[in-house]
């Protein structure tokens, strides 16, 4: 199997049921948080219980924006340059989180269903690609 390294430890998982992100849920107000939160913060909860919980797959995009020139650095990138979306995206569980858009197709509009997926970045690392969380149009 072929290595890969996250480019953050910690924030999604490929789990036993598919790609999860990682984050917390107050078991009080049930209040989702991505990343894990260390307290509640909303102001309406009597009692923040923060529990971890995996969030995803299934969502709907919220809204997005067209990356169409490199960001700047420490961000990195393999040469050519290719333009990608990023969305905001409501998951299924409660959760609106950012993540690119898997694939090539900049004409996506919000209102898509899309499922989290695990993808390769944009460059590699000593020759090990590194791989992000993604939302894939369905
Ligand atoms: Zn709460």
Redesign the pocket.
């Known amino acids: 199997m072929a290595a890969e390294k996250q480019v953050v430890e910690g924030l999604f998982a490929e789990t036993s049921a598919g790609p999860r992100l990682l984050g917390s849920r107050?078991a009080?107000?049930?209040?989702a948080y991505f990343p894990k939160g260390s307290m509640?913060h909303?102001p309406d909860?009597d009692?923040?219980?923060m529990e971890d919980a995996e969030f995803g797959p299934k969502g709907k995009l919220w809204s997005l924006a067209i990356q169409t020139y490199p960001p700047p650095p420490p961000a990195k990138y393999d040469e050519p340059y290719k333009p990608y979306a990023m969305g905001v995206i409501d998951l299924d569980d409660g959760l609106r989180v950012l993540g690119r858009l898997s694939g090539d197709d900049l004409t996506v509009q919000p209102g898509v269903d899309v499922e989290l997926v695990i993808e390769p970045l944009c460059h590699e690392e000593d020759g090990t690609p590194v791989v992000t969380w993604k939302f894939k149009p369905v």
């Open positions: 107050c009080s107000c049930g209040a509640c909303n909860c009692e923040s219980k």
